[in-house]
T-cell receptor, first 111, second 113 residues
Framework: AQRVTQPEKLLSVFKGAPVELKCNYS??????LFWYVQYSRQRLQLLLR??SRESIKGFTADLNKGETSFHLKKPFAQEEDSAMYYC?????????????FGQGTELSVKP | EAQVTQNPRYLITVTGKKLTVTCSQN?????MSWYRQDPGLGLRQIYY???????DKGDVPEGYKVSRKEKRNFPLILESPSPNQTSLYFC????????????FGEGSRLTVL
């Protein structure tokens, strides 16, 4: 079964500390992995996708097929990073934008 | 401005009173979808549509209906709402064979008493 697991509901760090939001997935084929972010009172938006291998707002994520993980990392957290983060998987290529979301992790960056 | 628009944004209703949440996108996207967001459960897909007149069930379709008569609109219908449908609902759209980037509406917070 396809599944995305984010084990932490809440992650609290101090400004300037490194942050890692964990994401593990279960999928038998070749998945596409994404991170979406939802800032307070804003709509969900795409943060980054693994195929782009890019860094957005200082965040990076590497797809580790051996560990079936796609953890989101940032070396120095900022207060404006406080938000809800969702890991998502797209494994059904013929269905285009069908995504399976994890439960979400709330990141709180304290001053 | 490219966007997904949902209405109403907030609604309080009573059990059994039919309601419709509208969703419209102006990006000519073929794919549209409805999600509900609940604490601890993340986003769960209710229904999705690959194109006009093509809809299919997501993970939690019970108690909901949808229609896709026009490409831009994808309304979510609750024929007989119940308290367990109290939730935050999101509509989203994307290109059919896109890279998985979904464009989301701002959400509709529904309370069923």
């Amino acid at each position: 079964a396809q599944r995305v697991t984010q084990p932490e509901k809440l992650l609290s760090v101090f400004k300037g500390a490194p942050v890692e939001l964990k994401c593990n997935y279960s999928y038998s084929g070749s998945p596409e992995l994404f991170w979406y972010v939802q800032y307070s009172r804003q709509r969900l938006q795409l943060l980054l996708r693994h195929i782009s291998r890019e860094s957005i707002k200082g965040f990076t994520a590497d797809l580790n097929k051996g560990e079936t993980s796609f953890h989101l990392k940032k070396p120095f957290a900022q207060e404006e990073d406080s938000a809800m983060y969702y890991c998502a998987l797209s494994g059904l290529g013929n269905q285009g934008g069908k995504l399976i979301f994890g439960q979400g992790t709330e990141l709180s960056v304290k001053p | 401005e490219a966007q997904v628009t949902q209405n109403p944004r907030y609604l309080i209703t009573v059990t059994g009173k039919k309601l419709t949440v509208t969703c419209s996108q102006n990006m000519n996207h073929e794919y549209m979808s409805w999600y509900r967001q609940d604490p601890g459960l993340g986003l769960r897909q209710i229904y999705y549509s690959m194109n006009v007149e093509v809809t299919d069930k997501g993970d939690v379709p019970e108690g909901y209906k949808v229609s896709r008569k026009e490409k831009r609109n994808f309304p979510l219908i609750l024929e007989s709402p119940s308290p367990n449908q109290t939730s935050l609902y999101f509509c989203a759209s994307s290109t059919r064979r896109g890279t998985g980037e979904l464009f989301f509406g701002e959400g509709s917070r529904l309370t069923v008493l």
